[in-house]
């Protein structure tokens, strides 16, 4: 029984720890910390109550590093999967500077803006996926389960049968025949995904931005995200040339060499719109926001609007996408429904004009 025990909370202890999770925990760290509670007791006032035994795990590691005199910061890098570069670089400054609750409010922002989005996007593609899934299953359904008995149905007729029930019941046949290899396929293609799902994820960032039709709005949420994470690093104080270096580990894997080139261009003096102009990639209504916010000493608020502008762009995309999609998969999924069961029946129609 006490192995048993072990072992559940072994698995417990390997339980994923959520975007939201992490979020949760700046947001009480922060809360915490404002009201004047000190660093090791927030830790553990978090620790009570916590579900998620892998959380659990992490806060009691760092609190024993704060215990033994290391920084939050510190402490935190231990767990780079969930405490990013840049995260750790605003808790840095805000231990140096006595701020630290001002820091985490600043990657509570941070995060909430990258959630957000990520959300938003999530719940434009979510329907559609919903139904196609749905779809594709009740298609699978009657080719494996209703298309044979209409085969078996037909043979003891003596008519001709049209080229599509032909082909749909030849579908239907080699499903039946080699479908569990077919299945074993995918589920080996699903499982090697996930077990290398950060290099896909990266492979997609590089590819995206070169699709056709969806390489603008691609283009407008990088600019989403470089945009916000530069003003949150600006607004902590961080120089223009460190701010850039960090935003190369923590932003869209497409921009990274984008990034590292026109901090090299700061680096030598240039303003930071001149660095831009050079890569080409960057709008000049971006451009021309910067190098005004650069000129009068509102580069931070610039950001914040271009970030909100091209939000404001992104919502709309993802809300007229919603609104082709919904009918633009009925009227297919129709069609392919609609056409599986009129080829099942023109055989019958067929017969009744030969008699």
């Not at 025990?5 to 390997?14: E, F, G, P, V, W």
Request: hydrophobic fraction near 45%; charge should be positive.
């Amino acid at each position: 029984m006490q192995s048993l025990h072990s072992l559940i909370r072994s698995l417990n202890k390997n339980q994923k720890i959520t975007a939201r999770e992490i979020l949760m925990l700046y947001q009480q760290l922060s809360t915490l910390l404002t009201a004047g509670i000190p660093l090791v007791q927030c830790c553990q006032i978090l620790l009570q109550g916590q579900d998620n035994l892998a959380l659990s795990h992490m806060i009691s590691s760092i609190k024993r590093q704060l215990e033994i005199g290391k920084n939050l910061s510190h402490a935190m890098q231990k767990y780079p999967h969930h405490f990013d570069e840049m995260s750790c670089q605003l808790i840095q400054i805000g231990e140096q500077t006595g701020s630290l609750d001002t820091s985490l409010k600043r990657i509570v922002q941070y995060k909430e803006q990258s959630l957000q989005l990520t959300n938003k996007i999530q719940q434009a593609i979510f329907y559609p996926m919903i139904v196609t899934s749905i779809a594709l299953i009740i298609t699978t359904i009657m080719i494996l389960c209703v298309v044979p008995q209409f085969a078996e149905l037909f043979q003891g007729l003596h008519t001709r049968i049209p080229a599509a029930t032909m082909a749909i019941f030849a579908l239907s046949s080699f499903l039946r025949s080699y479908g569990w290899v077919l299945l074993s396929i995918m589920l080996a293609a699903v499982f090697i995904s996930w077990r290398n799902k950060k290099k896909i994820q990266f492979t997609l960032q590089l590819l995206l931005p070169h699709l056709p039709i969806i390489n603008t709005i691609t283009k407008k949420i990088i600019l989403i995200y470089f945009s916000q994470n530069l003003t949150i690093l600006l607004t902590a104080g961080v120089p223009i040339a460190d701010a850039l270096t960090l935003l190369t580990t923590c932003t869209h894997s497409f921009l990274s060499p984008l990034i590292r080139r026109v901090q090299l261009e700061v680096t030598t003096g240039k303003q930071l719109y001149q660095a831009m102009q050079t890569q080409r990639y960057f709008p000049v209504m971006m451009l021309q926001l910067i190098k005004t916010g650069e000129e009068s000493g509102t580069l931070t608020f610039m950001l914040t609007k271009i970030a909100h502008f091209y939000q404001l762009e992104v919502d709309h995309f993802l809300y007229k996408l919603e609104q082709l999609l919904e009918p633009l998969i009925m009227v297919v999924l129709g069609a392919l429904i609609g056409g599986l069961v009129i080829a099942l029946y023109l055989p019958i129609f067929n017969l009744g004009t030969t008699i």
